[in-house]
């Protein structure tokens, strides 16, 4: 690449950073404010965490519309109408006269932020030369993991700095602005398709069979996740929402072979590369939701203080983000493929110490940064790659959507199940104690996850010393229980994420 062709695409790369990581905090820096939000609006912790929820539909909804509407109108406008949603919805949140208008706000927030990760990797595939785009993508993923792991603890310090939550979302206006005047000057305009009639029909099956998905996920009972599948606030929204989709993807067909414009091809939907590429976006989803537990684990199995949890989680993060630069140069060096199969070998290895080595600091950093590294190799440069190689040229954008909607799905079906593995550990803690020291006359009463001090608080009032310790020696045991079924679980997921890199390599070595 030449000098003037590397000046001119470094603006545009950096832009699209700034955006990836702004718009990817959003998504969890609220998390450390949801009770002091609840209780500025006085509205129940239920009702409170439809902030988050909101925001994760939202993002749902945008990302395959948004990447069709890239590859139709441009990724320069698209990344400006974006970002100045983005800026409008964090605004509006920040000003939220009352709840409702609070969660409106999110949406448009989500709405904007959704495309921003999908519009800078499109552009990447788009405008640079194969050998490039395996770095430019990884240090898009970097950013993507990165915001994802430390939202929360910014949104804790923004919160103690400040003692406001609003602040959490002021801070994106600055930002906002200056990436719509850079962006409007420093990123060129991208070869676009011929327009034709926007695919209406489509559009609202979709977004009607994502929303049905995602908020009948958004309904499980961690607790009890198989007799919740049968209730009728989870069953009745999946089996729309799968009805949908099918008529989704059965539209798309008809629209395809009429000469239309769907906004997700049927050709790249029945596409066996694209289909293998959406299973490993939903497992690298599964990745990430064993990541977000770790600092839970890190308070109540190594019983660090939480003052001092952010310190532990920090090399996670920072080891995501090498993980992602380490995919985008493997990506360039060996292909996609096989990036795909070391990091899922890399996974494997730093979730099964977390379940049989961990004990300590040392221990804890060598597995932290594993498991941030194989998480960090699949969310950059390999995956969108190979949605790009699915695609033809002016489908791109789309393809990236669909991969990113993927990532989504699994982002809500897998932390709901590794919650019910950790709350399945909590309400052992009680009958299993108390079996353990009947004769001891100790009764700890059952909490959730979310009161663990109330937990520590129980055992902290028994009197002697000896039995105190290994009261709390037990519950540990209990508890650490249900965190080594979520790294167990993480383990197969990375082991199937390796076998499929293995399938999609011997596809292509059997079309050679």
Same mark, same amino acid.
């Given at each position: 690449?030449?000098?003037?062709?590397?000046?001119?695409?470094?603006?545009?790369?950096?832009?699209?950073?700034?955006?990836?990581?702004?718009?990817?905090?959003?998504?969890?820096?609220?998390?450390?404010?949801?009770?002091?939000?609840?209780?500025?609006?006085?509205v129940s912790a239920s009702w409170g965490a439809w902030s988050i929820t909101l925001y994760t539909l939202g993002m749902a909804i945008s990302v395959p519309i948004i990447g069709k509407l890239s590859d139709i109108f441009g990724r320069r406008k698209l990344f400006l109408v974006e970002i100045f949603l983005f800026g409008l919805g964090s605004l509006l949140v920040a000003l939220s006269p009352n709840f409702t208008f609070l969660l409106i706000a999110r949406f448009i927030q989500a709405i904007g932020g959704g495309g921003i990760f999908i519009i800078g990797s499109s552009y990447v595939l788009a405008t640079l030369p194969k050998a490039k785009q395996g770095k430019a993508l990884g240090l898009l993923g970097s950013m993507h993991g990165l915001s994802a792991v430390l939202g929360p603890?910014?949104?804790?310090?923004?919160?103690?700095?400040?003692?406001?939550?609003?602040?959490?979302?002021?801070? %994106?206006?600055?930002?906002?602005?200056?990436?719509?005047?850079?962006?409007?000057?420093?990123?060129?305009?991208?070869?676009?398709?011929?327009?034709?009639?926007?695919?209406?029909?489509?559009?609202?099956?979709?977004?009607?069979?994502?929303?049905?998905?995602?908020?009948?996920?958004? %309904?499980?009972?961690?607790?009890?996740?198989?007799?919740?599948?049968?209730?009728? %606030?989870?069953?009745?929204?999946?089996?729309?929402?799968?009805?949908?989709?099918?008529?989704?993807?059965?539209?798309?067909?008809?629209?395809?072979?009429?000469?239309?414009?769907?906004?997700?091809?049927?050709?790249?939907?029945?596409?066996?590369?694209?289909?293998?590429?959406?299973?490993?976006?939903?497992?690298?989803?599964?990745?990430?939701?064993?990541?977000?537990?770790?600092?839970?684990?890190?308070?109540?199995?190594?019983?660090?203080?939480?003052?001092?949890?952010?310190?532990?989680?920090?090399?996670?993060?920072?080891?995501?983000?090498?993980?992602?630069?380490?995919?985008?140069?493997?990506?360039?060096?060996?292909?996609?493929?096989?990036?795909?199969?070391?990091?899922?070998?890399?996974?494997?290895?730093?979730?099964?110490?977390?379940?049989?080595?961990?004990?300590?600091?040392?221990?804890?950093?060598?597995?932290?940064?594993?498991?941030?590294?194989?998480?960090?190799?699949?969310?950059?440069?390999?995956?969108?790659?190979?949605?790009?190689?699915?695609?033809?040229?002016?489908?791109?954008?789309?393809?990236?959507?669909?991969?990113?909607?993927?990532?989504?799905?699994?982002?809500?079906?897998?932390?709901?199940?590794?919650?019910?593995?950790?709350?399945?550990?909590?309400?052992?803690?009680?009958?299993?104690?108390?079996?353990?020291?009947?004769?001891?006359?100790?009764?700890?009463?059952?909490?959730?996850?979310?009161?663990?001090?109330?937990?520590?608080?129980?055992?902290?009032?028994?009197?002697?010393?000896?039995?105190?310790?290994?009261?709390?020696?037990?519950?540990?045991?209990?508890?650490? %229980?249900?965190?080594?079924?979520?790294?167990?679980?993480?383990?197969?997921?990375?082991?199937?994420?390796?076998?499929?890199?293995?399938?999609?390599?011997?596809?292509?070595?059997?079309?050679?």
């Open positions: 690449m030449s000098k003037q062709k590397q000046a001119s695409s470094a603006w545009p790369l950096t832009l699209f950073t700034i955006g990836v990581f702004m718009a990817g905090l959003d998504n969890g820096i609220i998390s450390t404010a949801l009770s002091t939000i609840g209780d500025y609006y006085q603890n910014l949104g804790a310090v923004i919160l103690h700095l400040t003692g406001s939550w609003q602040w959490m979302f002021f801070i %994106n206006i600055p930002i906002a602005c200056f990436l719509l005047i850079f962006g409007w000057l420093k990123i060129g305009k991208t070869n676009t398709v011929k327009a034709k009639p926007l695919d209406i029909w489509g559009i609202t099956l979709l977004t009607s069979g994502i929303l049905a998905l995602m908020y009948g996920m958004t %309904n499980l009972d961690s607790t009890k996740f198989f007799q919740s599948l049968l209730t009728m %606030n989870v069953f009745a929204y999946l089996f729309v929402g799968i009805v949908l989709l099918i008529g989704f993807i059965l539209y798309e067909r008809y629209l395809e072979n009429k000469g239309g414009d769907p906004i997700v091809a049927f050709t790249l939907i029945s596409n066996r590369l694209f289909q293998v590429t959406l299973l490993l976006g939903m497992l690298s989803g599964g990745f990430l939701a064993g990541i977000i537990f770790i600092p839970s684990y890190v308070q109540q199995v190594l019983h660090v203080p939480v003052e001092s949890a952010g310190f532990w989680v920090t090399p996670l993060a920072l080891a995501s983000g090498i993980g992602s630069g380490l995919g985008g140069f493997f990506t360039d060096r060996i292909g996609s493929m096989r990036t795909i199969i070391t990091a899922g070998f890399v996974g494997i290895i730093g979730f099964s110490l977390f379940s049989v080595f961990v004990s300590d600091f040392p221990t804890f950093l060598l597995a932290s940064i594993l498991s941030g590294i194989g998480l960090g190799m699949m969310l950059g440069a390999p995956l969108n790659v190979l949605a790009g190689k699915s695609a033809r040229k002016e489908a791109k954008g789309s393809a990236l959507g669909t991969l990113s909607l993927s990532r989504q799905i699994g982002m809500t079906l897998f932390p709901t199940i590794f919650a019910g593995f950790i709350a399945g550990a909590f309400a052992q803690v009680e009958p299993m104690v108390k079996h353990e020291f009947m004769e001891q006359d100790i009764t700890i009463e059952a909490v959730d996850a979310e009161n663990y001090l109330t937990l520590t608080e129980q055992v902290d009032q028994i009197v002697s010393e000896d039995l105190r310790v290994q009261v709390m020696g037990y519950v540990t045991a209990v508890l650490q %229980n249900g965190y080594n079924r979520m790294f167990v679980t993480s383990s197969i997921l990375a082991f199937i994420v390796a076998i499929s890199g293995f399938y999609l390599l011997r596809k292509k070595t059997d079309k050679m």
